[in-house]
């Protein structure tokens, strides 16, 4: 269930990654996700997922064993839903022919790039959890 404050602290940790370098296993499109979804629901899967890789080959070695970045987050957040996503949701988008997580922010998607947060189009989502 989210907080009462669950906007405030969405924009808070989305701003927060402001400046922050790409790296895998430390500021990551997923643990990026993973951070918001936390601080909107005062879960730990960010934790719990920085637990899983260290750097892009563990990344990139737990996706494929899990079957994609969908199927990863699946077992976190339950059945990705193909429905239009809502301020909030944690999406599954394509950029630059590249799948990746985001959060929705209601008419964009927020998205960790190559030096902080970017804005993507709600058009390149893929998928949706709540």
Not at 47 to 70: M, V
């Amino acid at each position: 269930m989210k907080r009462a404050d669950w906007l405030d602290k969405m924009w808070e940790t989305i701003e927060a990654h402001e400046g922050r370098a790409f790296a895998w296993g430390v500021d990551d499109c997923c643990l990026f996700a993973a951070r918001v979804y936390d601080a909107m629901h005062d879960t730990h899967h960010a934790e719990a997922l920085a637990a899983r890789y260290h750097d892009e080959a563990s990344a990139l070695e737990y996706i494929e064993a899990q079957g994609g970045i969908g199927p990863a987050v699946c077992e976190y957040l339950g059945e990705m839903r193909r429905t239009r996503p809502m301020r909030g949701d944690v999406v599954l988008v394509e950029n630059a022919g590249r799948e990746m997580l985001g959060i929705c922010t209601g008419r964009a998607v927020a998205a960790l790039g190559l030096n902080g947060p970017v804005t993507l189009p709600k058009s390149s989502v893929l998928g949706c959890w709540q």
